[in-house]
């Protein structure tokens, strides 16, 4: 149990922090995968990857965490207003913020199954296949959801102003 | 290169998380201004990936392994007990607490023998006892099997000699006193107990060839019956000897007592 968690946990809490944006809740559903990831190991085929079968129960966790937030108001105002400082402190001083928040600012604005997908793509390296197999869908669909994933991202920090930084 | 081919290589440059021909990539984004804010979103995510996709470090290993052996709260009593569909799998009973109580249940409870079959088997016992734990002190008892004067490894050198040199005695007078007194109720133990043991090997037979009595004693059942004994009268003659017996055994248990208080 020790091992198996020293080795997944950084695996698992980078994708549980991409998709949830929130340190202490990305702890907390990190070892609530975890957890069921133990109850569950007898329904692991070994002659598979434990990768993408582990990754697909950290997705599912994310999956109902967000859901259990979005039905709670007051926690969705405060983020929403955050988000609202965050931005207004990004037109003031844009030069200093970081590329990589405006992206992880940027993708907290996609759809949950393009933001899945561009995590499981770029942060896990997984192919369209594996990610298929985590999300339950073809490899077309996955394909057409990373293309979209990053043409809004891309829309999303033209609007910020950050593209003409990059590209100049 | 043309547009085509520019798109054709960007999607691979996606697929492959690599981009193989910059510069003809780029070369053709400088001059095409259709295909040139395809490839500034190209490089700005590129840039941006760069930085995003740093590991993330957390250690969450005691955590999950103290949330693992953490035990599970029990259902509040009265409730539907059921789990909500995103619990998951079923709780392990690692640590569950379970409810004990004080009085187990008319079926787990395990029969008591009758009142007088118990107190039998219970005198019975003590008796065993009293006279294994007699046997035994008589069977080791010093000065026994090992004289004053033997040179057996069990002598220490500082043993005390149980019968002194008579030109010594002035010396340890009260102790020699002491040890003929004990002497003499040892053997009257010693030799009550063999007696009574006799009778008790009824009980245990095993007991009698541990003590090493001998095989014929008057209290000795014979292994053949007479003729004119049917095997019912044979029983029934044991088992109104066995009363006997007891109270014979309880006799010389209170004898001992008496011997050892005094």
Redesign the interface.
Known sequence: ??AF??KY??L???LC?KMLRHREDA?DV??ES???V???LDHWDPSRPMKPWLLTIVANRCR?ALEKRSKLPSQNDLAIELESERREHSKHEQQEV???E???LALGELREEYRMCFVLF??Q?LS?EEIGEILDRPQGTV?TW??RA??Q??EC??ERG??CE??S | MNCKQFQSELERAIDDRQLSDRSAVSSHADSCESCRSAWQDFLLLESALASWTEPVEIDLVERVIAAAIKPVPSPPSGGEGGRRPDEGAPRTSVGKPVSVSTSPSPALRAPSPPRGEGARQTWLTIATVAVVVLGAAFAFRPGLNQTADDDSPLQTPGHIPLEPELNEVDQYAGVDELLASTRSAWDGIASKAVNQASDLSVFMPDLKADLGLPESDSTTIPDEPSPEVSPEKESREKESLIPGRINRAFDFLLDVSEVTTT
């Open positions: 149990m020790r968690t020293t946990q950084n698992v809490f980078s922090l702890e990190a070892q975890f957890l069921r133990f109850r569950a109902t970081d590329i990589a405006e992206l992880d770029y942060q390296e369209y394909k990373l293309h990053r043409g991202i891309a920090l033209r950050v593209i990059a590209s």
